[in-house]
């Protein structure tokens, strides 16, 4: 649904468990986060929070590939909770 963060294996409700996420080698990332077929890389939190954002605009964002140190962001934007606090805390 636009507007949410849905993370890859863990579904709407969770549980969170960062150990079960992958993480991709840079260089990787670099050849499949292909923009003009909807992928983004992610490197900072206010990224993050403008692709979700922009989804509930109804921009078609079909993957993001979000860098490992935005954990708390991730997770944070995941449960719904209010924009604008970008550390990663």
């Known amino acids: 649904m636009?507007?949410?963060l849905y993370v890859t294996?863990?579904?709407d409700?969770?549980?969170?468990?960062?150990?079960?996420?992958?993480f991709w080698d840079e260089d990787a990332v670099d050849l499949l986060a292909t923009p003009r077929?909807?992928?983004r890389k992610i490197q900072t939190g206010e990224e993050l929070e403008t692709a979700v954002?922009?989804?509930?605009?109804?921009?078609?964002?079909i993957s993001l590939w979000i860098r490992e140190g935005l954990e708390g962001v991730r997770?944070?934007?995941w449960r719904g909770e209010d924009f604008g606090k970008t550390s990663d805390v």
């Open 13 to 22: 409700g969770g549980p969170w468990d960062a150990a079960q996420r992958t």
């Open 2 to 4: 636009a507007g949410r």
């Open 75 to 77: 997770r944070r934007i």
């Open 9 to 11: 294996g863990i579904g």
């Open 37 to 39: 077929l909807g992928y």
């Open 53 to 61: 954002q922009e989804s509930a605009r109804g921009l078609p964002i």
